[in-house]
């Protein structure tokens, strides 16, 4: 039976699927779970098309187009140039970027990166996902110094303090909570202080086998494919109703009033982008 409530994942990378052809198997049962929208994030411009091709094959997935932090030293030349092209050609969003001080790359490529990403995503009015470990002083640093031109910016599975989440507050970020806050109850003040209309929720996944020990942050892991297992796949977009239940919970909403909150805040993020 399908479900009645319509939920959206604010933040997912389908394009590093670890089973290709479960692809269809994935978006059925995202289907239905009510997942409706789904906003899938590359990580590097290899990503880029696989997510501009899933976008074309499913209207669920809103595609956006960026470099994680991660792989802000592997950025090749006219790298910038390219991103605006198909973003020109492309209703796509900017993601996943941001700045990280738990990985090896270095993080004055990360600033450049980050911050070029930010322009572009200024300039023509997209929205930007934004990945930050650690380095939220430098992020807030960023931000603050472009408060008259910023673009529509989320903050992807968030785990900074109550004070950095007001500082994001004032700037006008949406707020997204991973599945995280069900595992982390130091999480819980901060969801619980978020406005509702700032808030975003997001599975941070990819349909991949959710194996211990070899997930990361960003999605990706170096798990080998294994046979579909439903217990396995916690993270896949099909998952992100069991984070509403027990977000609604938290809040003591009706869930179907907490799903409709969700949606129209996806929904002003996204507005540039959104087919018409």
């Known amino acids: 039976m399908m ?7 604010s933040h997912c990378h389908l394009q590093k699927r670890g089973l ?20 899938c994030n590359a990580t590097c411009e290899g990503d880029w098309q696989a997510v501009v091709d899933l976008a074309a094959s499913s209207q669920e997935i809103i595609p956006f ?21 198909m973003l020109k050609k492309i ?26 990403q930010l322009q572009i995503a200024s300039e023509l009015k997209r929205p930007l996902v934004i990945h930050c470990v650690k380095a939220w002083g430098k992020l807030l640093e960023i931000l603050e110094a472009y408060i008259y031109q910023l673009p529509p910016m989320m903050i992807h599975s968030f785990s900074g303090s109550r004070e950095i989440l007001q500082r994001l507050i004032r700037l006008g970020c949406f707020i997204s909570f991973s599945g995280r806050l069900i595992a982390d109850s130091k999480l819980h003040p901060c969801f619980l202080a978020t406005p509702l209309a700032n808030l975003l929720l997001e599975t941070d996944g990819q349909g991949r086998p959710s ?12 798990a080998p494919a294994q046979p579909y297992n439903q ?6 977009p099909a998952a992100i109703s069991h984070l509403y239940q027990f977000a609604a919970r938290m809040r003591g909403m009706v869930l179907d009033e907490f799903c409709q909150g969700i949606w129209k805040n996806g929904e002003i993020f996204t507005h540039t982008i959104l087919p018409r």
């Not at 470099?67 to 950025?75: G, K, S, T, V």
């Open 3 to 9: 479900a009645t409530a319509r939920y959206l994942d």
């Open 211 to 222: 194996v211990a020990g070899v997930m990361d942050g960003a999605g990706a892991t170096d």
């Open 65 to 85: 187009l960026g470099i994680h932090p991660w792989f802000a030293e592997h950025a090749e030349r006219g790298w910038e140039e390219r991103l605006r092209g």
């Open 20 to 39: 290709p052809l479960a692809t269809d198997e994935i978006m059925a049962r995202a289907k239905n779970a009510g997942v409706s929208r789904m906003l």
């Open 91 to 116: 209703p796509a969003g900017i993601g996943e970027t941001g700045l990280d001080k738990c990985c090896r790359t270095d993080f004055s490529a990360q600033q450049q990166i980050f911050t070029t």
């Open 231 to 236: 217990t396995l796949f916690s993270d896949e």
